[in-house]
């Protein structure tokens, strides 16, 4: 059975930082791209970054460049989403979700196979 289960959200002041993990059982990591989406309230989801199935390629939407990063332990079958800076436009449900890709990575929400069940990030002071 395939499940993705996201942790690390909360809440945390301005410029303040997260580090969100997804965690992936039920498949083998090495045929599957990952990506971290986002969804505000009364917005659309949105995609936020993406890592290919061996980690050497990634992609970040432009609002989170600079501030965000993405990497995997397929050891551990594992993928991280580092956040620092945050500011209250980062206040979203966080979802990870994989995609049957094994070159490259997408942050196409249709495209993605599996998805998580999402974890809270608030940003306030």
């Known amino acids: 059975q395939v499940q993705l289960v996201e942790s690390g959200g909360g809440l945390v002041q301005p410029g303040g930082s997260l580090r969100l993990s997804c965690a992936a059982s039920?498949?083998?990591?090495?045929?599957?791209?990952i990506g971290w989406f986002r969804q505000a309230p009364g917005k659309e989801r949105e995609g936020v970054s993406c890592?290919?199935?061996?980690?050497?390629?990634?992609t970040y939407t432009d609002s989170v460049k600079g501030r965000f990063t993405i990497s995997r332990d397929n050891a551990k079958n594992t993928v991280y989403l580092q956040m620092n800076s945050l500011t209250p436009e980062d206040t979203a449900v966080y979802y990870c979700?994989?995609?049957?890709?094994?070159?490259?990575?997408?942050?196409?929400?249709?495209?993605?196979?599996?998805w998580g069940k999402g974890t809270l990030v608030t940003v306030s002071s």
């Open positions: 979700a994989a995609d049957r890709q094994l070159v490259g990575c997408t942050v196409v929400a249709r495209r993605m196979d599996y």
């Open positions: 890592i290919s199935s061996s980690g050497g390629s990634t």
């Open positions: 039920g498949f083998a990591p090495d045929y599957y791209a």
